[in-house]
């Protein structure tokens, strides 16, 4: 079938599609994000072919994960964050490193690949949703429950890591110069000196819209500062969104945190929606009759062998039973930094497409059976109640 041309058809297409199987999803107790991967499956070429991958599809999304991050980072304060550092870079580190290293033998020892593709599909195993594991802990009401934090640190650092993996991939594949790292580094420093210059101005500014009352006002505040953190991060070379998690963290300081919060909200969670969209379409659902076996595989190491690496590593950290185990389940979960790390991999070369693609269709997998984890595990239900004695 030829796929329907024009962007307003496209839309349409996954508005209706969204609100049929979110809706369908919400009657039955399943997190809304299934219904948008599940819509982005059948729209997408996998499914009835209606639309194609669309790079406008991704940027759009993209800006969901960047308000997203941002939203979190108005919950947090920098205080927070040195409070949680024993978390993000201690327990983060740990489960970062040993997941990369421990997949990355794995596949250099079973499959004899290179030492960089074996660590570039090591930390793409290691990564897991923030997106998706924010969205659906914030449905359940856990964030600021001891697991929830828990998962944020991680989450946190995974971030940070992602960055290096892609500088990595760069670095290997020849598309980065010798100077590259050097470079990034002095960039980072430049933002992370200039948003703590901007600190003053921008809570003024917030806290002076916040006075008038004015939502479209806030709305257009809220909207300038998230995105244009963005730009200043991405034309720097570095991640935008945590870049935009770090502005948030500025607002979030001063006294109209929960104006801008609010207004941010819909925005938020539409563009979220959109991002689960278009994983649905990425997904190559046609390897699945020849490489089941692979796909499998791969999903046992991403559900199973990440809950007990954060698990164990949680519980070395001095973290209760309980709560390492529900941790563990809040990140046995692939990511969007997994899918982008793998695709650009294999699009260079750097990763051959017959290991990326059925690691990619469980990452999918992983994440569609991982929206229902995280709500188990985060709101508290089921057998995973476990006490020590």
């Known amino acids: 079938m030829h796929g329907v041309t024009g962007f307003a058809e496209s839309a349409a297409l996954l508005v209706c599609a969204a609100f049929v199987l979110v809706t369908i999803c919400s009657r039955i107790g399943v997190p809304s994000i299934v219904g948008y991967i599940l819509a982005g499956i059948v729209i997408g070429p996998a499914g009835l072919g209606l639309i194609a991958e669309s790079a406008a599809l991704s940027s759009i999304g993209e800006i969901g994960v960047v308000l997203l991050l941002f939203a979190l ?148 505040l809220a909207l300038t500062i998230a995105l244009g953190s963005t730009i200043v991060a991405t034309s720097a070379g570095l991640s935008p969104a945590l870049a935009a998690f770090t502005t948030g963290m500025i607002i979030g300081e001063g006294d109209a945190r929960h104006a801008v919060e609010n207004e941010i909200r819909p925005f938020r969670d539409l563009f979220v929606g959109i991002f689960f969209i278009g994983i649905g379409t990425q997904l190559p659902l046609w390897i699945l009759p020849s490489q089941w076996p692979a796909v499998l595989v791969w999903l046992a190491i991403i559900l199973c062998g990440k809950t007990l690496i954060v698990f164990v590593v949680a519980r070395l950290f001095g973290e209760a039973l309980q709560t390492s185990l529900r941790t563990g389940v809040i990140l046995a979960n692939g990511g969007e930094f997994s899918l982008m790390l793998l695709s650009v991999s294999s699009t260079s070369g750097t990763v051959a497409e017959e290991f990326a693609g059925p690691l990619l269709l469980a990452i999918g997998v992983s994440m569609l059976a991982g929206s229902l984890m995280i709500r188990w595990a985060g709101s508290g239900l089921g057998p995973i109640d476990i006490r020590p004695c």
């Open 73 to 220: 980072g108005l919950e947090f304060s920098f205080e927070k964050l040195v409070t949680l550092r024993k978390h993000v870079f201690g327990l983060g580190a740990v489960q970062v490193s040993v997941t990369t290293i421990t997949v990355s033998l794995v596949a250099s020892l079973v499959f004899d690949l290179a030492s960089v593709s074996a660590i570039l599909i090591g930390g793409a195993v290691a990564m897991s949703s923030t997106a998706m594991c924010l969205k659906v802990l914030a449905g359940a009401n856990a964030l600021g429950s001891a697991h929830g934090r828990l998962a944020i640190a991680v989450l946190l650092f995974q971030d940070l890591a992602a960055v290096a993996f892609l500088l990595l991939h760069d670095a290997m594949s020849g598309a980065a110069e010798g100077y590259g790292v050097i470079t990034v580094i002095a960039s980072a420093t430049a933002v992370v000196a200039a948003l703590f210059i901007a600190r003053g101005p921008l809570q003024v500014l917030a806290r002076w819209v916040a006075l008038r009352g004015d939502p479209e006002l806030a709305q257009l």
